[in-house]
């Protein structure tokens, strides 16, 4: 011990080094006796150059290949002054040999290590969190040029098949490889195709930069399964073989990493379990960190989590890491996980926040936001329902001395019970500390109403039966959960299969359960607490019902990003038979989520209006009512039949050991007459008889009782207090069946009605931009005497140009934008040319209020027909009035009608023109131009 004390700065960092050479996998030898035999990789100490002795050379199979200069330990912050005497180190000739400049080269201090490989463009050093192997250094040296080399070599991206915003967010993310930045952000709205992104990139860094292994790092286990598939799928465009054909991709799901695998998928938990020679806890896993109970745990621990080196996964492991939703927390906490390994770093988001940005230094290399993907048609639009029930905003007060159930949240078993103190309870109260069944069933009842008549109303078949959209609820609690869907099955009068639970904790596979939400008919709803919150792809969703408020921003748009995804028309239609298209989803906020910033024989209860926290609190600060006391007993008494053994054995390290019939049995002992009597007899019996005198006795009597008291009291302390207290919570809710609930709120949010008339409004304002250059927005606006020559042609023509350049102003999302503010008596026309068309003459003013063309078409011809035979009596036969119809309902479908028309279906089958001009003789000509007129005034 004395000859480390006496060590000097220098030798104490020369020892630190020798550690983490020889964890490295190195031999470290003395000059004097020196063995490159000894093994792969040799390091010799002060080996001596022809500009004076190198702190360490580094000897690969007997031949040098680079150099460490070694310092004390708090010139760590000077590392980068001393690059130039390493690199002359690197340039000498070494004695003995005739050896070619080392192009690896180190400083350190033992604690902070630093490395240029001067085989680099532009060589720049770099933070290392310990040497690399002897065996990586061979791989390097043979394979000749460094990788920083290669990515200078990546070929031109062919774009085929890749949306704008992809081939911006590679081509930048290369450019940031070739100017060697160690971390990289992607910044890229959800829905989107991030991993699609990814999954390109790191295709042509295998192939073209000959990368050895990608680590694509995902922090939940359904992400981590999302993203093998998204591998398994994808297919080069300069091959025909698919991703996993030609390079290996494996999923940990052990400590196992595959010595010949070019892409690995894991959690950061697992890569932290691996990294410390752990067994990975199996729900680490399942929730991401922000809700994860396990990550909570380590965020308890008083001390950051230590990350050692590890002979298995060394720090040259991966050439680049993909971090997956790298918004969250993980590399706050693992930050040290991530700092371990010496490779490129590439961050996925949707949702960045500025520890993101401070995390990447900055290095933002492509930025493509929610409200760009809807723009160029990537991801639909939504729009924010709300419902709001006076419990729901208020709270409200479970009365003592009401009846009502108490119900484990783990068990759900139910006991009935007279409640001893008044329970106040806040809206954050609601499904965790208090269930209110007329809450729920307002919010799902109120929810039902809305659908059919002003979210999707169109929803209904031939039959008058409503199908409702595929929707998904965020519930706060497993328990929660499973109100929800008892409520909604009652309340939709539905079966088992049309609403379920997908979470992690059900019987069911959850996998299953969601390949079933997503794929088939069935289920409906889906209620989910955090399997499917983030970063799992469910195309057909049209509704998000929040029941659960988020304090996260990031968490709150990753929620929301569940319904953005586009799908075609036919995949839609698979699924939910009544829909034609997505052209938006909704969010219906049912707990202001888009508004927030996220009896025993002996009558023991004496405090029936005190809370437990508060008995506790006054016993502890010296409080000594009989009432106190017995009051807490029962409520101890009760909370004992309820907590689990592993609470129970923690309890006992709050309370000297003490369990809570111990407890409970000292707080009534305190004030037992019989137990304060034998007490007083024990102290009297020590007393000579002749010294017994009544005041003694009374004093034994009272020092009898204090010390019940105390021994009781003394147990108790803030800390025991507060676990009592948030067992409790923990355990039970109380089920509020008696407070009725009710909505005082419903409708669309202001959010969705602004945005509504902004919708109005740029469609407006793009029909007048274009009303010279466009034929049939021409005539709309400048020659309504012509409306009877638009075509079906110029129609389309119209619609081709809108999808084009503004998929935002779909005719489907600018009808709902209309019907959102305005009294839109008729539903929307089944065909989008018709819809168009309507919406056309609402805008440039035809129409005063928006209703279907094809109805104006029909009144239009009603009207005509009725003024036809005013005065004279069926001015047209049976025939002729068959013929009108069919030129009506031609006009209909083709908004116009030509002479050559009548060659064609369906005219062509009843005679064609021969046929009408006979039926009409010389009218006829005049007919089909009035008729062009009239039907679309």
Not at 140 to 150: F, H, Q, V, Y
Not at 644 to 652: D, I, Q
Not at 870 to 887: C, S, V, Y
Request: glycine share 4%; net charge neutral; charged share 30%.
């Amino acid at each position: 011990m004395s000859a480390k004390l006496n060590q000097n700065p220098e030798q104490i960092a020369r020892d630190k080094i020798d550690t983490t050479l020889t964890d490295a996998g190195w031999i470290v030898q003395s000059k004097h006796k020196v063995d490159l035999w000894a093994g792969s990789g040799v390091a010799v100490r002060e080996y001596q150059t022809d500009v004076g002795p190198a702190d360490y050379v580094l000897f690969v199979d007997r031949k040098p290949a680079g150099i460490i200069e070694a310092k004390r330990e708090e010139e760590g912050h000077r590392l980068t002054v001393v690059e130039d005497q390493s690199k002359g180190y690197a340039e000498a000739t070494l004695k003995y040999l005739n050896n070619d400049p080392l192009p690896f080269v180190y400083e350190s201090t033992g604690v902070v290590t630093r490395f240029t490989d001067y085989r680099d463009p532009k060589p720049r050093g770099r933070n290392v969190f310990s040497f690399h192997r002897p065996e990586t250094i061979r791989e390097w040296l043979k394979k000749g040029k460094s990788l920083r080399t290669a990515l200078n070599g990546l070929p031109s991206l062919d774009t085929t098949g890749l949306r704008r915003a992809q081939v911006k967010a590679i081509e930048k993310l290369e450019d940031s490889f070739r100017n060697n930045r160690p971390r990289a952000l992607i910044q890229m709205a959800t829905g989107a195709g991030k991993t699609f992104t990814a999954a390109t990139f790191i295709y042509r860094l295998l192939k073209f930069a000959d990368a050895k292994r990608v680590l694509f790092l995902v922090d939940t286990k359904n992400l981590g399964e999302q993203a093998e598939q998204e591998f398994m799928t994808f297919q080069p465009v300069d091959d025909n073989r698919k991703f996993t054909e030609l390079y290996t991709v494996q999923r940990l799901a052990s400590s196992y990493i595959s010595s010949d695998s070019q892409v690995c998928i894991s959690t950061i938990q697992r890569l932290y379990s691996i990294l410390k020679g752990e067994e990975l806890d199996e729900t680490a896993e399942e929730s991401n960190p922000n809700e994860s109970t396990w990550m909570q745990k380590q965020l308890g621990k008083r001390k950051a989590v230590p990350v050692e080196y590890s002979e298995k996964v060394p720090i040259e492991k991966f050439d680049f890491i993909v971090i997956d939703e790298c918004h969250r927390s993980i590399y706050n906490l693992w930050k040290q996980v991530l700092d371990y390994f010496d490779a490129f770093l590439v961050g996925l988001t949707a949702t960045p926040d500025k520890r993101t940005f401070g995390f990447f230094n900055e290095n933002v290399v492509s930025q493509y936001t929610y409200e760009q993907s809807v723009t160029d048609g990537v991801n639909v639009p939504y729009d924010v329902y709300s419902i709001e029930t006076d419990i729901s905003n208020k709270g409200e007060v479970v009365q003592a001395g009401w009846f009502v159930d108490r119900r484990d949240k783990l068990t759900r078993e139910k006991r009935w019970q007279q409640e001893d103190e008044d329970t106040e309870y806040s809206k954050n109260d609601l499904d965790r500390k208090v269930v209110n069944p007329s809450q729920i069933r307002n919010i799902i009842r109120e929810y039902k109403r809305a659908l059919q008549t002003e979210i999707f109303p169109k929803r209904f078949n031939e039959n008058g039966e409503y199908e409702v959209p595929k929707t998904l609820v965020f519930a706060k609690t497993d328990s929660h959960a499973d109100d929800i869907i008892r409520i909604i099955r009652e309340e939709f009068n539905e079966g088992n299969d049309f609403c379920k639970k997908v979470t992690y904790r059900i019987d069911e596979d959850p996998k299953s359960v969601l390949n079933r939400f997503r794929n088939s008919y069935y289920p409906r709803i889906a209620v989910t607490v955090d399997m499917i919150a983030t970063g799992t792809d469910v195309k057909p969703l049209e509704v998000l019902l929040f029941m659960r408020d988020v304090k996260s921003t990031n968490y709150f748009e990753q929620m929301k990003g569940r319904g953005t995804r586009t799908i075609d028309n036919d995949k839609l239609m698979q699924v939910t038979r009544m829909a034609n298209t997505k052209t938006h989803f909704v969010i219906v906020d049912a707990i202001g989520a888009t508004r927030s910033k996220k009896t025993d024989s002996r009558p023991l209860e004496r405090k029936p209006s005190v809370k437990m926290k508060d008995l506790l609190g006054a016993i502890t600060m010296g409080v000594e009512e009989e009432d106190l006391f017995l009051s807490l007993s029962n409520r101890l008494i009760r909370l004992e039949k309820q907590i689990t053994p592993k609470e129970k054995e923690k309890l006992l390290e709050h309370s000297g050991g003490k369990n809570l019939k111990q407890m409970a049995k000292e707080l009534i002992n305190a004030f037992d007459p019989d137990t304060i009597k034998e007490r007083t007899q024990e102290k009297i019996s020590q007393t000579p008889i002749e010294e017994r005198t009544p005041s003694k006795e009374e004093g034994a009597r009272k020092e009898a009782h204090q010390e019940l008291i105390r021994e009781a009291a003394s147990t108790f302390n803030g800390e025991l207090n507060e676990y009592l207290e948030n067992v409790r919570q923990e355990h039970e809710q109380i089920i509020d069946h008696i407070n009725i609930d009710s909505v005082v709120n419903s409708g669309w949010d202001h959010f969705t009605i602004d945005k509504a008339k902004e919708t109005v409004h740029d469609f407006s304002e793009y029909l007048k931009a274009h009303k010279d250059e466009i034929r049939a927005l021409s005539i709309f606006y400048n020659q309504p005497y012509q409306r009877r020559d638009i075509t079906f042609k110029m129609i389309k023509e119209v619609m081709e140009k809108i999808r084009l350049e503004k998929p935002k102003l779909a005719p489907d999302y600018v009808w709902n934008a209309y019907a959102t503010i305005e009294k839109v008596k008729s539903n929307q026309p089944k065909d989008e040319l018709t819809a168009l068309v309507s919406l056309i003459r609402r805008a440039c003013g035809i129409d005063k209020q928006l209703k279907p063309f094809d109805k104006t078409i029909n009144e239009n011809f009603q009207d005509w027909i009725f003024k036809q035979n005013a005065g004279k009596h069926n001015r047209f036969t049976p025939d002729q009035m068959e013929w009108l119809r069919m030129i009506k309902d031609h006009v209909l479908s083709s908004y116009h009608i030509d002479m050559d028309d009548l060659d064609y279906t369906p005219f062509d089958s009843r005679g064609g023109r021969g046929k009408m001009y006979q039926l009409f003789g010389n009218e006829m000509n005049d007919l089909i131009d009035e008729l062009n007129k009239i039907l679309v005034a």
